[in-house]
């Protein structure tokens, strides 16, 4: 019988092969689903590495077929909902599809913060990117970087569409504001995201379109930055005036932070004033009362993202880049105006 590898050691592809009878050519052919081997054979090996808990070196095998199987994917403000639910869901695409993800996030979005993070996933020998950023400047900085792997951002800026695949964050706004008016509101605030965010400025012009549209009066957009805190401040102040019946709020964390206002002024919602978020983070629906919200199908968007990149890298055929429509889920925190 072949000796078993010494304990201590993990196993190698050469430990495989002597004890399966076979050579490491074989092993690698099998682990790399070579047409030519005998299904005996095959079956032969993989019971041996089950045997062994034998793990293939990826970087080894990157250099033996010049492929790592491996995506990368460049991240700014990945704290924030959207950005990580995206990077969850292209991950699981990923391992679905056979690849591993190598995520760099960047703190800053400066010139050499971005380019240190595309050195870093390039050193790695990443098959694609996926470009996860917020602000508009960091397109701009990618702009002026030779990419020599295929690339998908997760943001439309209106400049390079043919790599852009995103949810349609105008649509959403719509949705929202045009619920918001067929209820019977025609005082309606939008509070905002950050000014500098791509999704934040889709969402406000969606608002303005619909109001427009709609020919309904509107107010100057008041602009926060996604925490609940500034939610709860913001609807503070507002309801100083009160010359409102219902709020927009641009994501899910700070229409619970209006949701707390309302209720410390003794109000009711949605009653007194109805709210509406965007995101429908899991929390949404056991808010009090559930919020009503726009849905992002994060789970979609990671399988096209994927599919789109392996069609580029000539694993699969790529599907059109482009958006994909969120869904308004109406829950009870909107309602008719109690005129």
């Given at each position: 019988?072949?000796?078993e590898?010494?304990r201590g050691?993990?196993?190698?592809?050469?430990?495989?092969?002597?004890l399966a009878?076979?050579?490491?050519?074989?092993?690698?052919?099998?682990?790399?689903?070579?047409?030519?081997?005998?299904p005996?054979?095959?079956?032969?090996?993989?019971?041996?590495m089950?045997?062994?808990?034998y793990?293939p070196?990826?970087?080894?095998?990157?250099?033996?077929?010049?492929?790592?199987?491996t995506?990368?994917?460049?991240s700014?403000?990945?704290?924030?909902?959207g950005?990580?639910?995206?990077?969850?869901?292209i991950?699981?695409a990923?391992?679905a599809?056979?690849?591993?993800?190598s995520?760099?996030?960047?703190?800053?979005?400066?010139?050499?913060?971005?380019?240190?993070?595309?050195?870093?996933?390039?050193?790695q020998?990443?098959?694609?990117?996926?470009?996860?950023?917020?602000?508009?400047?960091?397109?701009?900085?990618?702009?002026r970087?030779?990419?020599d792997?295929?690339y998908?951002?997760?943001?439309?800026?209106?400049?390079?569409?043919?790599?852009?695949?995103?949810?349609d964050q105008?649509?959403?706004?719509?949705?929202?504001t045009?619920?918001?008016?067929?209820?019977?509101?025609r005082?309606?605030?939008?509070?905002?995201?950050?000014q500098?965010?791509?999704?934040?400025?889709?969402?406000?012009?969606?608002f303005?379109?619909?109001?427009?549209?709609?020919?309904?009066?509107?107010?100057a957009?008041?602009?926060?930055?996604?925490?609940?805190?500034?939610?709860?401040?913001?609807?503070?102040e507002?309801l100083t005036?009160?010359?409102?019946?219902?709020?927009?709020?641009?994501?899910?964390?700070?229409?619970?932070?209006?949701?707390?206002?309302?209720?410390?002024?003794?109000?009711?919602?949605?009653r007194?004033?109805?709210?509406?978020?965007?995101?429908?983070?899991?929390?949404?629906?056991?808010?009090?009362?559930?919020?009503?919200?726009?849905?992002q199908?994060?789970?979609?968007?990671?399988?096209?993202?994927?599919a789109?990149?392996?069609g580029?890298?000539?694993?699969a055929?790529?599907?059109?880049?482009?958006?994909?429509?969120?869904?308004?889920?109406?829950?009870?925190?909107?309602g008719?105006?109690?005129?």
């Amino acid at each position: 019988m072949p000796e078993e590898p010494q304990r201590g050691r993990a196993p190698s592809i050469r430990d495989v092969a002597r004890l399966a009878g076979v050579s490491h050519q074989t092993v690698s052919r099998v682990l790399n689903h070579h047409p030519s081997i005998r299904p005996e054979t095959k079956q032969r090996v993989l019971d041996v590495m089950g045997e062994l808990q034998y793990k293939p070196n990826r970087a080894a095998r990157a250099l033996v077929t010049s492929r790592s199987r491996t995506l990368g994917i460049l991240s700014a403000s990945s704290t924030q909902y959207g950005p990580a639910s995206s990077i969850a869901a292209i991950e699981s695409a990923a391992r679905a599809a056979g690849y591993w993800v190598s995520t760099a996030n960047i703190e800053s979005s400066d010139a050499a913060s971005i380019a240190d993070a595309l050195a870093h996933l390039t050193a790695q020998g990443i098959e694609g990117l996926v470009v996860i950023a917020p602000q508009v400047r960091v397109f701009d900085t990618l702009a002026r970087l030779e990419m020599d792997v295929p690339y998908v951002s997760l943001q439309s800026t209106g400049r390079d569409d043919d790599h852009a695949l995103s949810v349609d964050q105008m649509a959403g706004a719509r949705m929202a504001t045009r619920h918001l008016i067929e209820l019977g509101h025609r005082s309606i605030y939008h509070l905002a995201g950050p000014q500098d965010w791509i999704e934040a400025e889709a969402r406000m012009r969606g608002f303005l379109e619909e109001m427009s549209a709609q020919d309904v009066a509107t107010t100057a957009p008041i602009l926060g930055d996604w925490t609940a805190e500034f939610g709860y401040y913001a609807g503070r102040e507002l309801l100083t005036v009160r010359d409102f019946t219902a709020i927009f709020a641009s994501n899910d964390q700070m229409a619970l932070g209006l949701m707390h206002a309302v209720r410390d002024a003794g109000l009711d919602i949605p009653r007194d004033v109805s709210i509406i978020g965007f995101d429908d983070i899991p929390e949404a629906a056991h808010f009090w009362p559930p919020l009503t919200t726009v849905r992002q199908d994060f789970g979609e968007l990671g399988r096209r993202c994927v599919a789109l990149l392996l069609g580029d890298i000539g694993d699969a055929s790529a599907e059109a880049a482009g958006t994909i429509t969120p869904e308004l889920v109406v829950r009870r925190s909107t309602g008719a105006p109690a005129f």
